[in-house]
Nanobody, 124 residues
Framework: HVQLVESGGGSVQAGGPLTLSCAASGAAARIMAWWRQAPGKEREGVAALYTISGVIYYADSVKDRFTISRDNLKNTLYLQMMNLKPEDTAVYYC????????????????????WGQGTQVTVS
């Protein structure tokens, strides 16, 4: 399994930036992603990165505002968030899986076996 620890959450004014980090350890992840869950809503896939091919996907709601990236040497995943909106307020989770493929797509939570503890992002 992949152990994940998120950091970087906090409170920010609308229009501002924030960068989240996710330090990974343990097994090598084939896919890593950021998810979020707002109060009263289902968990939502935000962005995903396949570690070998480098292919990246974004949810439409964050495209052109968020950037997912990975520092291979540090084994750390990042989410750079720009032009934040109040509707981006949520607990953000880092997710990963050792498996290269499977039945589920990146926007389905079942695709990921390993999850971090989450970090709160509040936009006002």
């Amino acid at each position: 399994h992949v152990q994940l620890v998120e950091s970087g959450g906090g409170s920010v004014q609308a229009g501002g930036p924030l960068t989240l980090s996710c330090a990974a350890s343990g097994a090598a992840a084939r896919i890593m992603a950021w998810w979020r869950q707002a109060p009263g809503k289902e968990r939502e896939g935000v962005a995903a990165l396949y570690t070998i091919s480098g292919v990246i996907y974004y949810a439409d709601s964050v495209k052109d505002r968020f950037t997912i990236s990975r520092d291979n040497l540090k084994n750390t995943l990042y989410l750079q968030m720009m032009n934040l909106k109040p509707e981006d307020t949520a607990v953000y989770y880092c997710a990963a899986d050792q498996r290269g493929g499977g039945f589920y797509n990146w926007w389905e939570p079942e695709r990921f076996a390993d999850w971090g503890q989450g970090t709160q992002v509040t936009v006002s």
